[in-house]
């Protein structure tokens, strides 16, 4: 039974192209085009006309509610609400906010519209309500002890699920005075009333299983020029005073300084106020770094005194 082998050994050696010499033979293929059939498509004009079209209807159900909720034009609304006479009252801060401002404070999901005027003698501040597409008043605060608005903002401080109002007055003294306003059975009721030169509000980034939290930050003129700051955050009954600000000097009060040094590097005070807000937000080195170059750019004695004594300090408290 030799003999087969041979040939079987042929046959695989042909399956795999190989001649008896072990190379490959020149193979030719000879490339076919393969044509193929070509379907007519018979294209089909499709048109409903507007008359017959079945879905206009259901478009204008489903788009009839959202034409409610245009944007209200407040520049022509606003004056048809005022009593004559009146003067809208812009706030200075923040920068391009207008004192007609729309904005849901009860929570209801439709927004109120919160106007401040002056009339006469006094600043008006008044809510109102949209009912059955008509707006009506329903709070009315007043004021004859200022004459301008500092500051106007909203936000939840008491974490009750409905946003306070902010009102910041001007004042012709180094601080001026904020009043909070929260909603409370159909009238707006005062929260507090605080002072502030600077003032901020923080949004804290939202927790799992927990609403989000809103700090306040008072900025008040301090001994030597320095900013006295607190940090106020509801504690279930009222606005406490945070103890670790430390977060929060380092977010937000060192970025100002640095801002103020890079904008007058030669005004003495920037780099003492710079190194004390690095003290407080836990940054020694860089405290030291700052008195160091605060020490070669100021010739003031008695500011080059206080920058070596904070420099002691801060080596004696954490090094």
């Given at each position: 039974?030799?003999?087969?082998?041979?040939?079987i050994?042929?046959?695989?050696?042909?399956?795999?192209?190989?001649?008896?010499?072990?190379k490959?033979?020149?193979?030719?293929?000879?490339?076919?085009?393969?044509s193929?059939?070509?379907?007519?498509?018979?294209?089909?004009?499709?048109?409903?006309?507007?008359?017959?079209?079945?879905?206009?209807?259901?478009?204008?159900?489903?788009?009839?509610?959202?034409?409610?909720?245009?944007?209200?034009?407040?520049?022509?609304?606003?004056?048809?609400?005022?009593?004559?006479?009146?003067?809208?009252?812009?706030?200075?801060?923040?920068?391009?906010?207008?004192?007609?401002?729309?904005?849901?404070?009860?929570?209801?999901?439709?927004?109120?519209?919160?106007?401040?005027?002056?009339?006469?003698?006094?600043?008006?501040?008044?809510?109102?309500?949209?009912?059955?597409?008509?707006?009506?008043?329903?709070?009315?605060?007043?004021?004859?002890?200022?004459?301008e608005?500092?500051?106007?903002?909203?936000?939840?401080?008491?974490?009750?699920?409905?946003?306070?109002?902010?009102?910041?007055?001007?004042?012709?003294?180094?601080?001026?005075?904020?009043?909070?306003?929260?909603?409370?059975?159909?009238?707006?009721?005062?929260?507090?009333?605080?002072?502030?030169?600077?003032?901020?509000?923080?949004?804290?980034?939202?927790?799992?299983n927990?609403?989000?939290?809103?700090?306040?930050?008072?900025?008040?003129?301090?001994?030597?020029?320095?900013?006295?700051?607190?940090?106020?955050?509801?504690?279930?009954?009222?606005?406490?005073?945070?103890?670790?600000?430390?977060?929060?000097?380092?977010?937000?009060?060192?970025?100002?300084?640095?801002?103020?040094?890079?904008?007058?590097?030669?005004?003495?005070?920037?780099?003492?106020?710079?190194?004390?807000?690095?003290?407080?937000?836990?940054?020694?080195?860089?405290?030291?770094?700052?008195?160091?170059?605060?020490?070669?750019?100021?010739?003031n004695?008695?500011?080059?005194?206080?920058?070596?004594?904070?420099?002691?300090t801060?080596?004696?408290?954490?090094?």
């Amino acid at each position: 039974m030799i003999g087969p082998i041979p040939t079987i050994g042929a046959a695989i050696a042909a399956t795999y192209g190989l001649s008896k010499t072990g190379k490959s033979p020149k193979i030719r293929i000879k490339k076919r085009k393969i044509s193929r059939p070509r379907v007519p498509i018979k294209r089909r004009s499709f048109k409903i006309s507007a008359k017959s079209n079945p879905f206009n209807k259901l478009f204008d159900t489903i788009l009839s509610p959202l034409k409610m909720l245009k944007k209200e034009d407040l520049k022509t609304l606003v004056p048809k609400l005022l009593p004559p006479g009146a003067k809208l009252i812009n706030p200075h801060f923040p920068q391009k906010i207008r004192g007609a401002q729309l904005v849901d404070l009860d929570a209801d999901g439709k927004n109120e519209l919160i106007v401040t005027y002056r009339l006469d003698n006094q600043i008006m501040t008044s809510i109102f309500k949209k009912q059955n597409e008509q707006w009506s008043k329903t709070v009315e605060m007043s004021t004859s002890d200022y004459n301008e608005m500092n500051y106007l903002g909203f936000a939840d401080i008491n974490n009750d699920g409905r946003k306070e109002l902010f009102i910041g007055w001007q004042t012709e003294q180094d601080t001026n005075d904020l009043d909070i306003y929260t909603w409370s059975e159909q009238e707006m009721s005062r929260l507090g009333r605080y002072h502030y030169n600077r003032l901020e509000l923080i949004e804290q980034p939202k927790q799992k299983n927990s609403p989000t939290r809103v700090d306040l930050a008072l900025w008040t003129p301090g001994y030597d020029g320095i900013y006295n700051i607190e940090l106020l955050r509801w504690n279930g009954s009222e606005l406490a005073v945070v103890d670790q600000v430390a977060p929060y000097y380092a977010r937000n009060v060192v970025p100002y300084y640095v801002q103020k040094v890079k904008q007058m590097p030669y005004e003495n005070d920037n780099w003492y106020f710079l190194a004390d807000a690095y003290i407080k937000a836990n940054m020694p080195h860089y405290t030291l770094e700052a008195v160091d170059t605060g020490l070669l750019f100021t010739g003031n004695p008695a500011r080059k005194e206080k920058l070596i004594s904070l420099r002691q300090t801060t080596i004696n408290n954490f090094f």
